[in-house]
């Protein structure tokens, strides 16, 4: 688990146009920060560079003490859970949140000593033979956090990650990810353009407008100064 530190970040695409422009944003160890925004104000290429997907034009990020702007993304030990989850549908829970352990090369003793630790934070103990295909999304959810949990990444990233949903389903995800979040105390930087997502779920708001950082704030305070 790190901090992350995002010192006035210039994102300029090809044609000179900004996306992101002069962000900065102190992300605290165990903190979870919402990006929100309309479309096209800069938030997936935020998070795009904090995972080491899109280079930073200017400006400096930091994980913990350590600067990552010219960092690999398999170098910054950050876990992005997607959208659709991205489960290997042929192997059973155990194994697809074992999966970074195998590919790593880590002993058998490891690997079951991690994965039933995750697997019972997650309360998934009971479905560690089961194959993703059977499961509820909310289970899917937390296999994919596994995987990320047994990785011992730094922070956790996600893109949008109920926005596939129905209602129903997206306000248990909800309360699923902000109380996971919570216990497991891992820093956690959330995309969304969904005004309820970014007002219940997390410790601080960043809501970005045209590539520029309109407000940083709690729920409570945008709450009360829209
Ligand atoms: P959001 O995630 O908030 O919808 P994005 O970060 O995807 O916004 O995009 C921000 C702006 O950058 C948009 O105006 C978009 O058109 C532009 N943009 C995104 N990706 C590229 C790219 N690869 N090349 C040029 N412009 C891009
Ligand atoms: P490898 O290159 O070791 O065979 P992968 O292709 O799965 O493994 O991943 C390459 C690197 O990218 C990994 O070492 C890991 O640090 C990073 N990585 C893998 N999955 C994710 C993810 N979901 N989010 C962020 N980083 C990841």
Redesign the pocket.
């Known amino acids: 688990m790190a901090a992350i530190t995002l010192k006035n970040i210039v994102k300029k695409y090809g044609d000179g146009f900004a996306a992101v422009n002069d962000v900065s944003i102190d992300i605290a160890d165990g903190e979870f920060v919402i990006l929100v925004g309309p479309s096209g104000c800069g938030k997936s290429t935020l998070l795009r560079m904090i995972?080491g997907l899109e280079d930073i034009t200017s400006g400096d990020m930091m994980i913990g003490d350590r600067k990552v702007n010219d960092l690999a993304?398999?170098?910054?030990?950050?876990?992005?859970?997607?959208q659709n989850y991205?489960l290997y549908p042929h192997l059973s829970v155990y194994e697809n949140i074992a999966f970074?352990l195998r590919?790593?090369g880590a002993p058998d003793q490891e690997v079951d000593e991690k994965v039933r630790n995750a697997s019972k934070t997650l309360e998934l103990d009971e479905h560690l033979e089961r194959k993703p295909g059977n499961l509820s999304g909310g289970q899917r959810q937390r296999v994919a956090m596994g995987?990320?949990i047994v990785?011992e990444?730094d922070a956790f990233?996600f893109d949008e990650p109920l926005s596939n949903l129905d209602a129903k389903l997206r306000g248990q995800m909800r309360t699923e990810i902000a109380r996971l979040q919570k216990r497991l105390g891992i820093t956690t930087v959330y995309v969304t353009h969904d005004q309820t997502e970014a007002m219940t779920l997390g410790d601080r708001v960043a809501v970005l407008k045209r590539g520029y950082l309109q407000q940083l704030a709690t729920p409570r305070e945008l709450y009360e100064n829209p």
């Open positions: 995972v993304p398999r170098d910054r030990n950050l876990a992005m859970v997607f991205a970074p590919l790593a995987r990320a990785r990444a990233l």
